[in-house]
T-cell receptor, first 112, second 113 residues
Framework: GAGVSQTPSNKVTEKGKYVELRCDPI?????LYWYRQSLGQGPEFLIY????????DSGLPNDRFFAVRPEGSVSTLKIQRTERGDSAVYLC??????????FGPGTRLTVL | AQKITQTQPGMFVQEKEAVTLDCTYD???????LFWYKQPSSGEMIFLIY??????QNATEGRYSLNFQKARKSANLVISASQLGDSAMYFC??????????FGTGTSLTVIP
């Protein structure tokens, strides 16, 4: 079956611009997670959805970051007024029950 | 505060030999889960093995086993009979109550032919 997909695979933007990163989880998975992975580091938790609601958004670094999952399936991570420090790989993972996660290939965001 | 610690930035192992990757964790939660993931150069995170904090036996999945020592708060990954395709980054992760996940900084494993 299809795994987690993320689009785009690469995104280059200019400082100050707005970006949206999309995640399509595995069908039927109720839990969805967003992570940010900087070079040489492990993934850093950003936000966790259970169904349509954000069960835990404590990892979002500031109010420029926002994520939605309106129908409990696809999720979009939105970053406003991008900064060079936002450059990283953004990983999405889904889970059938909030335990073992299955990761997507990531979106590499570069802010110039 | 560092919740997951992986002290080995890089490890080398001879093909067909076993290797242990270290992981220690810090939590006061009574219930938690421990995971290992593999990240090849392609970038995708691949789930390897899971250990629940209340599991009595160490988890095993094929050539992977998790050496869980609860009192020491360690969850080392043992890979037996290493293969060239095992060369990758390996991340230890912990799920705390509330489904927050914390990852370590990873260990780069190189399998030498």
């Amino acid at each position: 079956g299809a795994g987690v997909s993320q689009t785009p695979s690469n995104k280059v933007t200019e400082k100050g611009k707005y970006v949206e990163l999309r995640c399509d989880p595995i069908s039927g998975h109720t839990a969805l997670y967003w992570y940010r992975q900087s070079l040489g580091q492990g993934p850093e938790f950003l936000i966790y959805f259970q169904g349509t609601g954000a069960a835990d958004d404590s990892g979002l670094p500031n109010d420029r970051f926002f994520a939605v999952r309106p129908e409990g399936s696809v999720s979009t991570l939105k970053i406003q007024r991008t900064e060079r420090g936002d450059s990283a790989v953004y990983l999405c993972a889904s889970s059938p029950g909030g335990d073992t996660q299955y990761f997507g290939p990531g979106t590499r965001l570069t802010v110039l | 505060a560092q919740k997951i610690t992986q002290t080995q930035p890089g490890m080398f192992v001879q093909e067909k030999e076993a290797v242990t990757l270290d992981c220690t964790y810090d939590t006061s939660d009574p219930s938690y889960g421990l995971f290992w993931y593999k990240q090849p150069s392609s970038g995708e995170m691949i789930f390897l093995i899971y250990q629940g904090s209340y599991d009595q036996q160490n988890a095993t999945e094929g050539r992977y086993s998790l050496n869980f020592q609860k009192a020491r708060k360690s969850a080392n990954l043992v890979i037996s009979a290493s293969q060239l395709g095992d060369s990758a980054m390996y991340f230890c992760a912990m799920r705390r109550t509330g489904n927050q996940f914390y990852f370590g900084t990873g260990t780069s494993l190189t399998v030498i032919p």
